[in-house]
Every structure is written in C-alpha cells, then in structure tokens.
C-alpha cells in the first residue's frame, strides 16, 4: 500500500501537541509525516518549502489563537487554500475553540486588517527600486486578510473532533478512504474501541475518564498562551493611553512571562505568570517573586488550575486575594490578575 505524505501545520507556541500528534502518526507505517521544524535543513529556503505543501496528500491544521496570529502559519493556510478541494485535504485540529463564535472569527479578520495596514504605512517612502522583496510580504499579508474569513469559516463548518482524539480520528477517516490498511492502525484502534474490553469481559468504566490528564494538559497550555496574548495586548494598550506608563514584556521560555510596570520612569511592580507542574497536571501561577526563576522552585502569589464540569474544561483559581473562583474563562482569569496584581499598585 502507497505511502501518503501529511503535513503538520502547527505554530510553535503549541509543539508539545504537535509532538503528541506527530509520536502517534508516525507509528503508522503508510503515513510520511511533514514537519518544517524537521524538514528544513540549516540555511534551505523556508519559502520553496511551504511552496511544497500544496502538493501534500493531507495537512493537519493546529488551529489555536498563536497559529491564526502568525504569518507563517498563515502562509502555509494560504499555501493550502491552493487547492480547490482543500476542505477534503485538510485535518483541523481546533486548540481555540472560540472560532466557533462569529465574533471571535470578525476578531481574526481584524487582526489582519490591522497587520497589512501597519505594513503598508512602513512602506510609505520607500522607492520602489528599493523594495526588495518587502512588497511580496505585503501582498501575502493581503491574501492572508482576504482569505482568513473563509478559511475560519470552513474549519468552524467541519465536525472536528476534540484535541485529544485527533490522530486516531485521522486515521480511521484514512481507513474510511482505503488508504490505509486496518493491520497497520490496528494499534490505535485497540487503543480507541471498547469493544476488545466488551469481548474480554473486562469493564471500562475506570471512574470519571471524560477527560484525560493529557487534554487537561493541553487545555492549561493553551489557557496559559491566550492569558499573556491579552496580557500583552493590554500592556501595550495601557502605554498608548497613558504616556507616563511603560511596561517592560519579556517571554523568556514557553513557561514563563515577566512583566515589569513602570511609573514616569520608576518600577512600581513586577509579575511572573508561569505554567508550572503541582500537582501532576500543569497549573498557571502568579508570582511576583522572581528570585525563585532558575533555582528550581517557584513562589506562588496565586494559582489556576483546570476544573471539568459536565465534562466541559474551565480555569479555576486556587490561590488569590480573594479567595477561590471556579468556571472561569480565560478572560476572566485576565480581569482577576490585572484587578488585583496590578491595578491596585497603578
């Protein structure tokens, strides 16, 4: 049986998914699974090789809000949306599911209005002999903004499935297609159906298994990601409405974010949000200690953890000023931060 080649489209803010994804494809020996953190060698243009995806058999789509936010993942949607039945090529795999909501969808479409008029006003005065290939960058920031509606609105049509079942449901779609022989996936298979429990007499029921630690994981990663983008956005839209205010933002890794405030040139407070490991699954914490970065602890000044309710995920805060919240979105874990870390010392 024919190899098929797949490419994993995902940003980099969301690798561990990706390699959750990835570990469990590539075990599948009718699948070549495309990564360009993988295939690009050192000093390859990374332009010939997104050209390159359109000729793929299947692209997964990790769609989170990093992803919708990031030119080159877009580029590799535009690259994508090439091919005329694109919709039957692609996988998406929705981490934000937000794009669900026309309002989020209109957010998106703004964004990258936003982005092609900042980079056209960048361009005013530049002689057009001299623009090298900076127009090129701006006409793609255009098609990504006439194109972002539609792209959103075909994955928000599709009945994608949850994060967590994403690999196995693209393997048995393949199997559904004949593409794939049902010996080669007959892992995943075992490892989906209760049926072998049904014939072995062996119960399934092992307690309130709705939602894994690994979609627990996941959810916290992401929550932790969309909390310092508004976190970010604000900072900058406190600047902009008052001059006296600056705000030194700093992403030193994957887990920790450092936000240093200032007043008419005078440091009134410091914060670290982090995504931390307490209790087995991954937490969100607040601190305003960051002498414990890089020693190997951590000091909490407040925490989130995840809570499931009917099987649905929400933040709930374990640790704060005032007191424990539950059923908590991503916002409302901003409003709780900025309200009691940082307006009170503003």
Known sequence: MAKFEIFLSYCWADEAIAENVGRTLRKNSNITLHQDKIDIGPWNSIKEYMQSISHMDYTILLVSDAYLKSFNCMY??????????????????????????????????????????????????????????????????????????????????????????????????????????????????????????????????????????????QFMSQSFQEINNIMVELC??????????????????????????????????????FLGLGFGTMDIGISTDLHFYGSGGNSWNGMYTAKNVNGKLYLSSQLSFVGGKGNMSVEDVVKDIWENYINPYL
């Open 76 to 217: 590799e949607v535009l690259e994508v949306m090439r091919s005329r039945d694109y919709r039957n090529k692609i996988f998406p795999a929705v981490i934000n599911s937000s794009i669900y909501q026309p309002a989020t969808r209109a957010k998106y479409v703004k964004y990258w209005q936003s982005e092609c008029e900042k980079l056209s006003d960048s361009l005013i005065g530049i002689q057009p002999q001299n623009l090298g290939k900076l127009g090129e960058d701006l006409k793609r920031a255009q098609d990504i903004s006439s194109n972002v509606a539609e792209f959103l609105e075909t994955v928000a049509d599709m009945n994608n499935p949850a994060i967590g079942d994403v690999s196995a449901a693209i393997e048995e779609k393949l199997r559904e297609k004949n593409l794939i022989s049902n010996d080669s996936a007959a892992w995943v298979s075992r490892n989906t159906s209760h049926s072998l429990f049904d014939s072995l007499g062996i119960s399934s029921q092992m307690g309130n298994t709705d939602i894994s630690d690994f979609e627990i994981n």
């Open 236 to 273: 900058q839209q406190l600047m902009k409405q008052y001059s006296y205010y600056q705000v030194v933002t700093e992403k030193n890794d994957s887990r920790n974010y450092f936000y240093q405030f200032y007043k008419a040139g005078k440091l009134i407070k410091t914060l670290r949000i």
